[in-house]
């Protein structure tokens, strides 16, 4: 992977004097060690450095630090934890990386509610620790230990999402540090409602906004009682027609699932070897979780085996203790760097596609079939129980002809999405790397609308620029 500095715009000493003069000269760093760990994230795509990286620790520093930023006209890029999959925080034109990972508080739990407010260095499984006394948790689990207001940024979702929704349906409200410095409460300072017609969404403006309209330096998020039981399941299927085909059923009976993940035959190749796993084969898989009271499980169970059956399935291997759930679903949160292990060296060019359930069966053996044409090896995982799947694409990250293959295959996948009435990110978001196809699925007016609300947050066009849009 090759990496470069910044191509246009320089940090001047003068804004470093004057950032200095906000945060402390040790809480702003020029160190190339530094730039570099903030120049990508977890994904394959190029990387830029910024001139620098500043750590704010509450909202006044950040918003003084945009006041700067803005007068001075320099890129300013929100950093969460960096495990981004589409070069969101990669500074394509230079500038002030603000990593959030200093504002770690978690500000207030209303246990009666059903709800909290979090700074944006909260990480999820630093929430779910720390609520485990309540009896309650944030279901939202992308499976990285992501920050919050990062998840709120990329719109994030993953396994739970089937149940409890993905963060467009969970954040209530959030603190946003506009460009020009103001401090936004986007449903209004201090509201936490589980309804509102108040008025345009501005919320969800900023859910899925990448960093590219303010900085989110708190958010309000729902909460949800730890189910009283939980059981976990696999199965497998001699074919990938008929794994979705029992989920799309499973669905289309109302089973309230809490999560049902897809893996193929060459994802469970590589989970059985990186995870250990034992008793399963390499076959389409999967993955399965009930919520409920110890017989609601059961009986949510009891329906799915059946339709299961139907489907010519396996019978289910349970886990019920927590150590082995934990074990299954470590081996599908892991299945990223089991996927990259199938080839020693190699880099993972992600996809993320999102299609109406009906259409999953047909794309998912069309995306299958198109991959074994290629030179390419691209196991296939899936949140198939909200019609979303990625295939992750092994490419030796050197060689210019793979990446090119690599990335015709997954445009195909994303136009044949498109095609379907889905869209080309069902939870990644755009970053660098999709810009064209936003444009492409949102239409002339619809790419015009959305540049037209971005000049009137950021008319100077400082907010993580060259992301989201051509
Ligand atoms: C192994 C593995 C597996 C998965 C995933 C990653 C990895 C490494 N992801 C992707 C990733 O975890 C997800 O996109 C997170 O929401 C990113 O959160 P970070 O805090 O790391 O944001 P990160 O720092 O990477 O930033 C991402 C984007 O958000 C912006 N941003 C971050 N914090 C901000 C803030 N406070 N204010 C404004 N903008 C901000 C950044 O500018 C950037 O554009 C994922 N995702 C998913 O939805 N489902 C999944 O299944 C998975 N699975
Ligand atoms: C390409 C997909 C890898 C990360 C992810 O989103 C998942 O494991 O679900
Ligand atoms: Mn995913």
């Known amino acids: 992977m090759s ?25 702003i760093s020029t160190a190339e060690s530094v730039r570099d760990h903030h120049s990508r994230d977890e994904s394959s795509l190029q990387a830029f450095l910024p001139d620098c990286v500043v750590f704010p620790k509450d909202t006044l520093q950040v918003s003084e630090c945009m006041k700067i930023c803005y007068a001075h006209s320099l890129p300013v890029i929100p950093f969460g934890t ?19 990972s200093h504002m770690k508080q978690i500000l207030s739990v209303n246990q009666e509610d059903f709800d909290c407010t979090v700074q944006p260095g909260v990480t999820r499984m630093m929430l779910n620790s720390d609520l485990r006394a309540t009896g309650l948790w944030f279901p939202v689990d992308p499976g990285a230990d992501a920050s919050l207001c990062g998840m709120a940024a990329t ?15 969970n954040v209530m409200n959030l603190e946003v540090v506009l460009s020009n410095g103001d401090v936004l409460h986007s449903a209004g300072g201090g509201r936490r409602t589980r309804k509102t017609a108040a008025g ?3 919320t969800n403006l900023f859910v899925g906004s990448e960093g590219t309209l303010g900085v989110i330096t708190q958010a309000t998020l729902r909460l949800y009682g730890i189910p009283e039981a939980t059981l976990s399941a696999v199965c497998q299927f001699q074919s990938v027609q008929s794994a979705v085909d029992a989920t799309v059923a499973t669905l289309q009976a109302g089973i309230p699932i809490a999560r049902i993940e897809f893996l193929d035959d060459v994802q469970m190749k590589a989970c059985i070897n990186y995870s250990n796993l034992e008793g399963l084969q390499e076959l389409s898989t999967l993955f399965l979780e009930f919520h409920g009271t110890d017989d ?10 059946e ?5 010519e399935g396996s019978d289910f291997m349970y886990a019920t203790e927590a150590e082995d759930r934990n074990k299954l679903w470590t081996a599908r949160h892991s299945a990223f760097y089991a996927a990259s292990s199938l080839r020693p060296g190699s880099r993972i060019l992600t996809t993320d596609v999102c299609v109406p359930i009906s259409e999953l069966p047909e794309i998912i053996t069309q995306t299958k079939n198109d991959i074994s044409k290629s030179s390419l090896l691209g196991p296939i995982v899936g949140h198939v129980g909200d019609g979303n799947f990625h295939t992750l694409l092994l490419i ?11 990335k015709d295959l997954a ?3 994303a136009q044949r999405a498109l095609a379907v009435g889905g869209t080309c990110t069902g939870e990644h978001g755009i970053g660098i790397g999709k810009r064209h196809l936003l444009a492409e699925e949102l239409g002339q007016v619809g790419i015009q609308t959305m540049r037209s609300i971005k000049e009137a947050l950021d008319p100077k066009g400082i907010m993580n620029p060259g992301k989201v849009f051509l």
């Not at 990496?3 to 809480?27: C, D, R, W, Y």
């Not at 609601?296 to 329906?303: F, R």
Request: aromatic share 4%; with cysteine; hydrophobic share 35%.
């Open 307 to 311: 339709i299961v059956q139907l489907n």
């Open 411 to 413: 445009n195909r996948m």
């Open 3 to 27: 990496f470069f500095t910044s191509p246009q715009v320089q940090v001047s000493s003068k804004a470093i004097e004057l950032l200095n003069g906000v945060l402390g000269k040790e809480n």
């Open 200 to 202: 345009y969404n501005m």
């Open 82 to 100: 960096g495990t981004g999959l589409e070069g969101g925080i990669t500074a394509v034109k230079g500038g002030v990386c603000m990593d959030l």
């Open 155 to 169: 719109s994030a979702s993953g396994t739970n999402a089937v149940r409890y929704g993905t963060m467009r349906e």
């Open 296 to 305: 609601s499980v059961k009986a949510q169970a009891d329906v799915v085996g």
């Open 396 to 406: 030796d990250p050197e060689d210019e002809s793979e990446r090119k293959i690599a």
